[in-house]
Structures are given as structure tokens and as C-alpha cells.
């Protein structure tokens, strides 16, 4: 905090103002004027005659000569007038209210003079402007502090009662002289100056010594040396023995009036009151306290390099006027720790002579209007970086009412280089909480949240100091008792209990009667800020399960030492268990509640586990778990019917707008807490379950809470699937069957209906969220935010995450939660659901594809159960005749196998009725009004959905069709120059490669080579055709009208793309032959050489061959790769031969799924021309080693490895052959 500065007049003038100050000896001193200059006797004056009094109170009269610096009682530094801000207000030249309007006589510069700055805390200082004698002042204020403690009663009632005007004695005129002379001093005039007549006449008359005493101690207790004396450490000393001395004697001499107060009329308190108020003992005792507080800081800055040095030497600060090193010596906490004991007395004193305030008046009988407090009632904390000298004192007020006490101590415990003296602030808050009154909620509310900091603040430090986090805390506290966190905890369950806990089991109820309406505005207050409270000691928490659990070395935490000393972390455990345990009894559902927010704030970083919709807790959400089992009190089913509160009516909590709303982090953290709780005690507490999942149902919660609701039912299901009450299983079917519908609402929320008379649903054309269920509140937020321009449509945001969710867990709960003689009621339910579904999967736009892959995959673990096949057999299969079934994205095309196979295979007629569609489509003849094309691809449709579910099947599963299929082939080659029918035939073919035995596959090799020799012949005709084109420029060439390249046949571009189609599928089947086993096709061997080079070890045959001039067999491959490597010369820009593949065994070349010109099949062709050719130079290796010599030659084992290298293989392969059978959407 940037210290205020004071502008002031000339030096002379500032040192009355700022402390007017005197010398004083003993009672046979020379009394010093103001400014030590002049050196005169007064006059000598010995005690005189004894007169006729008490022996205390002739003791008193030695200690009023003694120190005779003494002003008026109504205290010129603290006249009710003067308020700090008035310090600020002072301008150039201006006179504060403070200064008198004389100055004392012969010190004025006339020159400018410097002008001092000086924080206004210090504005109660009074200086001393030569040395005095400490120790015998010292001795005669030792006196009276023994007689305190000697005789307290009786020694109290006498000075309370005795008045100095009480008789005519040679020393009390003394005094009654002394205490004028001083106070004129104090305005600022001269010692000797003449006395006005009405000035000591009456002041004192009526004084008591009890008034006497207070003042001297209150001056003596700010009285300090001033910087231009020089005194030496011992008379440093001896002043500040003064001050403590000081300090003791108010203290014993409040708590002895505390007790007298209490036995004595009314009249007497109100006396009290009286002198309280006119010595200004609050005022001063408060501004002690702050300025102890400042001036530590102000040293523990210039520690730390940031002092104003040259200030300090231009003398524009405090420290060049009042000599504070004996403060620097123990950084004030010698004097701090007094000053609270003595505020603690003083605020146990006002308590019983303070009147208390009448119903509806706020300031209290007798004093002045109580405007003050109202300003800073309602405010819940105080900031500790607020400016001290912001604050004024308010007449009439308590102690606890001031700003500056709660101030004060909220500044002190911000202080991280005081810690040593936390616990005893901590202390004189917990010892006065009684004695708050109406002030209780701001002070328990604030101080609270300080300490919860403070908390945070020390455990974030230990976490750097430990190395348990490398983030370096900026309050990184110093000279840590050894007990502080167990010393600030036990603060903080001290006052959380005081205020939260029944009255009648509370100390305070015995020691004095509290309001309850203050007491329970408190409680208010306090449970308002539970959710603070709980995270700082949650905090804690984690940080002594970090340090218990064994993954932590030894040597690990003995290498990091930290400041902090956590002691035995089993009693901070176990004090933080004494902290929650009577909270969680007392106030159940505020507790949960408060448990809810940390649970959000305790949230994953930035890469949570995807694709879940009930979010993955992260390791510090689930301590908050085991904290919660930790704490006795809350047994399983005390949890549940807590939370079954908290939803039904969540206490309110400030919390920011962005966070989920509290159902949803309660329900988090209640999903975790089922995960965790052993089977035994969720058995037990089924009836709490059980009524929380009805109220649940019926409180219309935000989505994610529904989900939530559905996954608790779920892990319920899982752990405990068989009730033994036929009532309890009926009641769970029942509320089953309640939420599996209302999250299948929250599923069809973004359909709607197509005309207002059908039930027809579709997809509203609006965004969609993927599934990640721990950025999901970010991701509907973003979307929200999207939407709100475009009003015409508002999106379902969650439509998504029930799709997913019932994907997950419908299936399996329905399974287990109806028994076998119950399936029949699953279908109604089913059928509903089924009606949310379909629509999506109808749609394939790429907006709806979330939606589309969560209801896959919900269909396909339905499929699953053969009692559910009612509620879907029939659109499953009107989906899958759909002209657009596969435009779908890859990742759906697996479920979708799942379903065909569950399809077929639970009954025997819908694979016969879809073979009998294939047959039906090809015998009936082309009719004159049809459409060709549109009947062709009606075959090619049917064919390809008919080699998806063989290619869904198991091995073998439909050879007894076999022969039927190869007549469906067959008859679909028959018809010629129909590419479209025939790429789906070669399809086929590499789809019964897969999925048939080689054995039963003989009869069919001779129609798949003749087909694939035609379309290489196609191939090379067209090329050749092309070359022949460019050559000669004739027009056509006769025998190629079907192809591209001209001629009056199927001439677009429409019909080109469907022959290259052809060729990439025909060169597709090539590619699967060579990249499977020899073994698994052994047919294929004998036909090998037709397509690629062969190696051949028969040399004479070639001579033979030489000799007869024969012209030499090139394969297939080699002559199309030469042609189209001529082509590419001609055309350079459609050049692929820069992609050049690579050989793996095992793999499939060919990854291409649409080709553009025939140019893209240069780069296979090539490959395969080259690695084969490569084999024939080498002549060497078995003949077919590039495809069949995988990189493991293990002796051992050879067979094993081998196994699991094909079988690896051909899970690749059936991949890539999987994604062939995809259109429209991207299939990467």
C-alpha cells in the first residue's frame, strides 16, 4: 500500500502538530518546554506535607507529578471534529483543523521551509524533544500495576470514586497546574505562557484518578522519542517498557472494571462510559493498532529493497520526525501482542457499559448517531489492499462496529511476513465473537474468508516448495510458526461453529446472552460463503493425501524442503473432519452444495478423455469423494436424501454466469460417488436411491442432469442387477422406463414434424455438437452464442449426448433390469425410442452426421438382443434398401455390419427375401416406358447392398447360396457395356475372396479371370485407340463406341466416370489377389503370369522360344503401364507417375476410391511391373516372395508369427475393402 502523504506547514509548526511533546522526569524534575530549547526550572518542589489520604491515592499523586505531559481530556489529537480525511484536505500554506492557531514563540522560518509528508496513521504520535528519565517513571507506573494486582476490587472502586479535587493539597494544585500547562503546551503555545483563568479552574475539578491514570497510560503508550534526539538504545529501551507497562496496567485495569461493571447499578456503567469516551481510549487504542500494522509493513518493504531512501533523507517522511527503531527491533509484535490483549478487555468492557441499542435505533442510548456503520454493514468482505487511511472513527460506536477494527485485522492477517503473530488475531476474534453484536455477519464473513486465503495462500506455497506444482505463489509467507495451518484451521472451525451450530451446545450461550437475529444473520452469512470455505479446505485436503499417499519417495520430499511445517497431517485430518462432521448434520444440503461448486471448480485441464458424455471426474473431483465418505456423519443414504434436498431446492450460492447450473455438478459429483461406495451399502440405501430417482424425474432438470440421472441408475443396475422384492424390481422398471423416455425426448429434441396432420419427423437444419463431454457446457455455450443471431431456428444442443448416451447404456440396463418373462414390455418403450431414431438416420447431410453415428451405434447394440428385434427389424431393413444407405461416414460402417448380420442371421426368411429382390430385379426384361439407366441401377444398387451383407457375414456363413449368387453374377456380366453393374460385380468378387473358402470358390475363377482379362483389354484398346487418334486424327475407331473416347455410345461424362469406375474396381481385385496368401487362393497361382511378370527358371524354354522366332507373352501389367507411360509423355499435366508406391506384404496398393483418368493407375501399374520384373533379374527366392516373405524369419515360432501377421493383414485389407462400399460422404 502506497503510504498517504500529508502536506504540512513549517517544521516548527508540525512538531506540535504532529505530537506536541514534553519532557518528563520524576517529581523532582525540570519540566522542558515544548520545543526543548529553553531550560528553566519550574520550580523545584518536594512532596510537601502528606496529607491526609488513602495510601493509593497519595501514590497516585507522585505518579500526577511525575508525568506531566497532559492536555485537556477532550484530546486535541482526537477532538471529535478531526477525521483522517481532514489530513488530506490540508493544501499549501492551509492550517488542518488539528493545528492550533498559535505556534509557540521564536522557531518560524521565513523562509519556505521544507514541508513534511506524514502518513496520517501517525497522526496520534506524541515526541519527546530531549530525554527523560524511563526507569523511575517506569518504578512509580510499576507501583500502581502492582496495586492492581495486589488489591484489584478495592484499588478500582477507590480511583472510580475518588475525585483529585477531593481535598486542598499543595500537590494536587500542583497537578491540577501541571496538567493546564501541559495541555495549553499541546495547542502548540509556550509551557511558561500564563494559564487563562477558565482554562484549569474547572477542567480537572471534577477529575477522577481513574480518568488520570487512563490518559497518562494512553500517553505514554503513543508517546515516542523524536529523531532529533539523540538517545541511545537503553533509553530506546526504557520507553518502550514504558509503553508495555503502559499497556498492562490498562489491561488488568479494564478486565477488573469488567467484573466490577457487572456487580454495580447502572449509574456506574454509564460513568464508566462517560470516561471511556472523553479519555478516547478506543480511538487511541485503535490507531496504536493500525500504525503497529503499518509500521510493520513499511520496515518489511524496506527489507525488501523498496524504501524511499531519498524521502526519508530530504526529511519528507514520518521516520524524519519520529524516531520508530525501537518498533524496527521486533517489527512491533512485542507491542502488537499487548495491544490485543488490551483491546480484547476493552472490548469485553464496552460490551457491559455500553447501552444497548433500543429496537429500531441503531446507536446506542447516549451516544452520537450511528451513520457510520450502515455504510459498511452490508458489505460482506473487506478488501485488505483497501487504504488505511480511509477510515475515521465513529463516535458512539462499539469497538467491533469500527471500520477500523475490522480493518485492522484484516490487514493484519493479509500480512504475509507477520505470520508469527496470526494466531493471536485469530485468538481476539474467537475470544470476542460473543461481544460482536449486530456487526457479527460482516466480521465472521470477512475474517472467514481471510483465513480461507490465507489457507490457499500457505498451501499453494508448500505445493512450490515441495515441488509438487512450479508455479510460484506471489504471498509467499515468512517466519512460520510450526502450528499455523492447524492453528488457522481451528480458527476458522471455531468461528463456522459459533455461528452455525445450535446455540444451546455453544460456550458463548453461558459466557453472555447473543441476539439471535444477529446470531442468524451470521449463520447467513457464513453459509453464503460455505463454497469458499469448502474449497480452501478441500485444498488442504489434497495436499495431505499428496503427501500420505506412498507414490511420493522419501527422498523426494526430504530434497524439497519447504518453510512450512505441516506437523502430523493425521491432526490436521483429523481437524478438518471436526470442521465438517457438525456442519454436515447441522446443514446437510448447504454442504452438498458448497461440495457441488468445488466439484466444478475442480474441473480437468484442457485434454480431458473424449467422447463421453457423463464427463470423466479428474483426480482432485475425486478426493472431494473420498472426503465426503471421510466424514461420519454422511452415510450412503444420508448422501442421497442430501442431495435429493439439494436438487429439489439448490441453496443459492455466487457463482458466475458460465458455470453449470448446481444440479448438474451435484450430480457429477453424486455419479462418482455411486462409482465409489462398495455394493453393500448401495443395496442398503435402495429406498433413498429410489425416491431420489422419482424426485429427479419429476423436477424437470437442465439435460446433463438427466443423463447424469440415467448413468446413476446405470451404475446401480451394473453393480446390484437382481432385487429380491418383486416390488422393489416392478418400482425400478417403472422409474426405468420413466427416464430412459425422458432422455429419448431430450434425443428427438431436434426433430420436427414434416406437416402439422403426420407424425412424420425430420432433422431441423441446425448445427450440431460432437460428444466431449468435458468441454460440453463450453461447446453449448459457443453454440448458444451462435445461434442467438440466427433466430429463426433454435437448436437442440443436447439432442447429440442423449443419442450417445443411450448408445452406451440402453441395450445392457434394459437387459438386465427386465427379466426373461418381462421382454415383451421393453418393445412399447423401444418403439418409442425407434421413432426418435429413424428420422436421423434417414438424414445424411454432414450437419446431421453426430446424430447420424450416435443412433448407429445405438441401433447396433440393440441389434444385439434378439427380443428387440420387433421394435427395429422392419426400418432397419427399409433403411438399408435406400437408394443413399452408404453415404455414411467410415466410422459407421462397422455398426452397420453388426446390424445386417444381427438382421439376417435371427431369422431365415429377410436373407432369402433380399436374394429373391436381386433375382426379381434382373429377370424382369427392360420394358419399353422404363428408364434403363434408372433400372440398371436398381441392379447395381441391390447387388452391392447383397455383397455388403456377405461381406457382414462370418466365414462361409451363406456358401450353401453360393451357387445362387454366382448365377446373380453371372447373369449381371451378361449384359454388356453396362460398367456400373459389372464395377459392383468385381466388388463382389473381392468381398467373396474374403468371405468364402478358397475350395468352394473353383468353379468361380474362371468367370472372375475372363472378366478381368476384358476390362484389361478395354483398357489397353482405349489407350491404343487414343494413340492411333493422335496419329491418324480419324474421327472414331470402330470397335471402342462404348468407351470414352468417342463414338456415339455412352458418351459423357456421366458415363466416363462410370468405366474408369470399371477399371479402378477390375484393378482393385488384381490388387487383393497378389496382397493375399498363396495359400488362401490357390487357383489364382495358375493364372498369375497372365497380369505380372513371372520369374522362370526354365532358360531352354526361352532359347526354344529365341530360336522359333516367337514373339514373347507380355503380362498384362507391363503392357498398360508402357501405354499409359506414353500417354503421360503427351499429356503432361495429368503426370501421376510422381506418386510412387510402396510395396509391403501384406497390404493393398490400390488406396484410391474414385479415380479421375486413367493416368492415376500409372503409378500401380508401374509398382507392380517393376517389383516383379525386379524378381526375374534376380532369379533368386522362392517365386512368389514379394507377396508372401513378410519381415519375419523366425526359426522359432515361424508359424505363430506368421498367423499373426496375416491375420493383422487382412484386418487392414478388410478395411480398405469396407470403405469401397461408401459413397458421397469423405471416407478418409
Known sequence: MEPFSVTVNPLSDSLSLLSPLVRRRSHSSTQISLKGKIMERLAERSPGAKPKVKKSKKKEERQRQTPVERSKQSGIFFGDSLDLENWYSCGEGEVSEIESDAGSPGERCAASPPRVNVHPLYQHVLLYLQLYDSSRTLHALSCIAAMLQATPTSFVGAISTTSINNTYTPQLSLLQNLLARHRISVMGKDFYCPIPQDSHSHSFRSAMFIEIIISLCLYFLRSYYCVHVVATPQDLAGNRSMQLTSIEVLTVLFSELSKVTEASAKGFASFICDVLSKCKVQKVVLHCLLS?????????????????????????????????????????????????????????LEHRVLVPAEEGGDAPIGSGPGAGFELLGEVDHVNPQQPMTSLQYLHGQPITAQGMFLCAVIRALHQHYTCKMHPQWIS??????????????????????????????????????????????????????PDLILTMLEGVTTIIHYCLLDPSSQYHQLQVGVDQKHLAEAR?????????????????????????????????SASSSSNINLGSTKNLRQQILELLGPISMNHGPHFMAAIAYVWNERKAGKNPVRNKVIPTPSEEQLLLVELVRSVSAMRTETVMQTVKEVLKQPPAIAKEKKHLSLEVCMLQFFYAYVQRIPVSSLVDSWPSLLALLKESIQLGLPSPGQFLILGVLNEFILKNPNLENKKDQRELQDVTHKIVEAVGTIAGSSLEQTTWLRRNLEVKASPQIVVDGASLEADVEDLMLTVMDASSFTPSVYSVHALTLLAEVLAHLLDMVFYSDEKERVIPLLVNIMHYVVPYLRNHSAHNAPSYRACIQLLSSLSGYQYTRRAWKKEAFDLFMDHTFFQMDSSCISHWRAIIDHLMTHDKTTFRDLMTRVAVAQSSSLNLFSNRDAELEQRAMLLKRLAFTIYSSEVDQYQKY?????????????????????????????????????????????????ELVQVFLLMEQELTADEDISRTSAP?????????????????????????????????????????????????????????????DDSGLEGRRQGTHQREFKPYVVRLAKLLRKRVKKNPEDDCSGRTLTWEPGHLLLTLYVIRSMEQLLPFFNMLSQVFSSKVSSRSGPVHSPAFSPAFQVKDGKLESQKAFWSRARQNIEEMVEKDFLEGLIKT
Open 1036 to 1096: 472414331s475407331v470402330a470397335g471402342l463406341e462404348t468407351t470414352y473416347s468417342g463414338g456415339n455410345g455412352f458418351s459423357t461424362s456421366y458415363n466416363s466416370q462410370r468405366w474408369l469406375n470399371l477399371y479402378l474396381s477390375a484393378c482393385k481385385l488384381l490388387d487383393l489377389a497378389l496382397a493375399l496368401p498363396p495359400e488362401s487362393l490357390p487357383q489364382f497361382q495358375m493364372y498369375r503370369w497372365a497380369f505380372i511378370p513371372e520369374a522362370s
Open 292 to 348: 503497529s500494522i503499518f509500521s510493520a509493513q513499511k520496515w518489511h518493504q524496506q527489507r525488501v529493497g523498496r524504501a524511499n531512501v531519498s524521502a526519508v533523507e530530504e526529511g519528507l517522511s514520518e521516520d524524519s520526525v519520529i524516531n520508530l527503531s525501537e518498533d524496527h527491533m521486533d517489527n512491533c509484535s512485542g507491542l502488537q501482542s499487548q495491544l490485543l490483549r488490551l483491546l480484547q478487555s476493552l472490548v469485553v
Open 962 to 1010: 453360393l451357387p445362387d449368387i454366382q448365377e446373380r453374377l453371372v447373369e449381371s456380366l451378361r449384359l454388356p457395356q453396362v460398367p456400373i453393374l459389372h464395377a459392383q460385380v468385381f466388388l463382389f468378387f473381392r468381398v467373396l475372396l474374403l468371405r468364402m473358402s478358397p475350395q468352394h470358390l473353383t468353379s468361380l475363377w474362371p468367370t472372375m479371370i475372363t
Open 524 to 556: 447467513s452469512g457464513i453459509l453464503s460463503i460455505l463454497h469458499t470455505i469448502m474449497s480452501s479446505v478441500t485444498l488442504l485436503w489434497s495436499v495431505l493425501y499428496l503427501v500420505d499417499s506412498s507414490e511420493r519417495p522419501a527422498a523426494a
Open 428 to 481: 481476539l476474534i474467537t475470544a470476542t465473537l460473543p461481544y460482536m453484536g449486530r456487526v457479527l455477519r460482516r466480521v465472521v464473513a470477512s475474517v472467514t474468508l481471510q483465513l480461507c486465503r490465507n489457507l490457499d495462500n500457505l498451501v499453494q506455497q508448500y505445493r512450490y516448495e515441495t515441488g509438487l506444482s512450479n508455479t510460484r505463489p506471489q504471498w509467499m509467507a515468512l517466519c512460520i510458526p
